[in-house]
Structure formats: C-alpha cells, structure tokens
T-cell receptor
C-alpha cells in the first residue's frame, strides 16, 4: 500500500461541474502539497497546507489531520483545468516528498 | 512567487553521450534541491537530494556514478546523465526548497527536461 493514496485515478467531467479529488496518507506529515501537472509536463505547486482550508480562485484545498485526509475541489470547472493533480507529503522530519499516483482530470466542453 | 528554471527543456542525444541538465532558482536561494524522474503516466520518483556544498544523497537503486549531481551554489544544481542509454529516456524534474522550518517547507518545481536517447 502506498503511503499516499489518491482517488479517483481518472476523472472525466463536463465543463461547469464541481470536482473533488481525494488524498489519504498514512505517514506522519508536517504539511501536504497539491500539485498540478499539465500535458507538457511542467509542475505547478497549487497549495501547501498543514491544517484547515485554503482557497485560490476556483480551487479549494482542505485537510483533516486527525483523519489523514485531504481534498482538492475545483468549482465551475473549465477545460483548461484538464491536467494531472498530484498530492504529495513530506515525511515528518525530512524534506523529501512522497507522491500520490496522481489523478488525471479531463474536463470536456 | 518563487521561480525555478531548467535548461534545456528538451534534449535528444545519441547513446553513449553525456547530457547535463541545469536547475536554477531565479529569485531565491535554495537550501536544498531535489531531482526527480518521471516515466510516462507514472508519478515522480525522487532520484537524489542535494544541499549546496555537500555531496548529494541518492535514493536506493539510483546509480550515483550514472547520475552525477553538482550543487555548486544556492541557486544552481546540475544533473549529468553519463553515458546515456535509451532506457535513460525520461522526464527529469528538479525542485528547490527554501528551508523555513516550522510547519513545512515549500518546494518549487522546475518545468522539467525531456531527455530522449537514441
């Protein structure tokens, strides 16, 4: 079992739909990262959070430390949101990240 | 926000040659840089962690003589793939970290370098 698990692995939705991607982890972490990787390969860091909730534009990330679970939400989804979304956690006491398998999101117009 | 660049973005080389990839933090000093590789439709795999002025720490199974890492300054790390072979073809990504302590350190990712070995 991976230390960081994401679901679903693939998600296809229509433009405008509300999207939720889930991440569960078994390691002790100091913070959790949500990353976005576009088809060209470049990775963008969306959020780093250690508690509660963060919002940036149409993106919202939440984390429940007790349940070891985080979610990434996209409101009013758009085809340009199509990408692979990856959650990653630094193992406590270390800087290196443990990555989830990624969720491939496709938003159809 | 913090920017990390990689050069080149894409390289095609012949088998047996060596290829150098640069990773630069453009507007901050990175205490630590990380090198990852990614095969198609797979997640990132950490290859090594490098701190400025010291030897890189390689992950298990990564050959340090094959993948040479030099971290000469707080803004530059290089990965050299020596005697490249087709199986080294992959997407190589670096990230740079600012050590803040406290609740966690943010890693800023470079755009990646796609290496194709013929």
């Amino acid at each position: 079992k991976n230390e960081v698990e994401q679901s679903p692995q693939n998600l296809t939705a229509q433009e405008g739909e509300f999207i939720t991607i889930n991440c569960s982890y078994s390691v002790g972490i100091s913070a959790l990262h949500w990353l976005q990787q576009h088809p060209g390969g470049g990775i963008v860091s969306l959020f780093m959070l250690s508690s509660g909730k963060k919002k940036h534009g149409r993106l919202i990330a939440t984390i429940n430390i007790q349940e070891k679970h985080s979610s990434l939400h996209i409101t009013a989804s758009h085809p340009r949101d199509s990408a692979v979304y990856i959650c990653a956690a630094p193992v406590k006491g270390a800087q290196k990240l443990v990555f989830g398998q990624g969720t491939r999101l496709t938003i159809n117009p | 926000g913090a920017v990390v660049s990689q050069h080149p973005s894409r390289v095609i080389c012949k088998s047996g040659t060596s290829v150098k990839i640069e990773c630069r933090s453009l507007d901050f000093q990175a205490t630590t840089m990380f090198w990852y590789r990614q095969f198609p439709k797979q997640s990132l795999m950490l290859m090594a962690t490098s701190n400025e002025g010291s030897k890189a720490t390689y992950e298990q199974g990564v050959e340090k003589d094959k993948f040479l890492i030099n971290h000469a300054s707080l803004t530059l790390s290089t990965l050299t793939v020596t005697s490249a072979h087709p199986e080294d073809s992959s997407f190589y990504i670096c990230s740079a970290s600012i050590l803040r302590g406290g609740s966690g350190d943010t890693q800023y990712f470079g755009p990646g370098t796609r290496l194709t070995v013929l």
